[in-house]
């Protein structure tokens, strides 16, 4: 069972930037896919980016050129770094990491941490 724990939310003004990161037990990180998701209270949860074992990202159209997804497997580790923030980015952000196996594909998720972008 894989175990994750997200940290880095918080309050930030609009334009400014802030680094989530998700560290996962275990020392399977680097066969798994991940990605970062986020909910509004009361909306469905959207994906946000993802990154797969081999490094190839994926971004929605509303966070291109401003979030950057990462990993780091040897700290079995992945972040996401948020710049050029703004009000509608304000949710709960969810780390994911998922892997297929004979066609089941199998997800993981963190807690959640809370960003908020306010003046």
């Known amino acids: 069972q894989v175990q994750l724990v997200e940290s880095g939310g918080g309050l930030v003004q609009p334009g400014g930037s802030l680094r989530l990161s998700c560290a996962a037990s275990?020392?399977?990180?680097?066969?798994?896919?991940m990605g970062w998701y986020r909910q509004d209270p009361g909306k469905q949860r959207e994906l946000v980016a993802t990154i797969t074992s081999g490094g190839s990202t994926n971004y929605a159209d509303s966070v291109k050129g401003r979030f950057t997804i990462s990993r780091d497997n040897a700290k079995n580790t992945g972040y996401l770094q948020m710049n050029s923030l703004k009000p509608e980015d304000t949710a709960v952000y969810y780390c994911?990491?998922?892997?297929?196996?004979?066609?089941?594909?199998?997800?993981?998720w963190g807690q959640g941490t809370q960003v908020t972008v306010s003046s």
């Open positions: 275990g020392s399977t990180f680097r066969i798994y896919a």
């Open positions: 994911n990491i998922n892997r297929n196996i004979l066609g089941t594909r199998y997800d993981y």
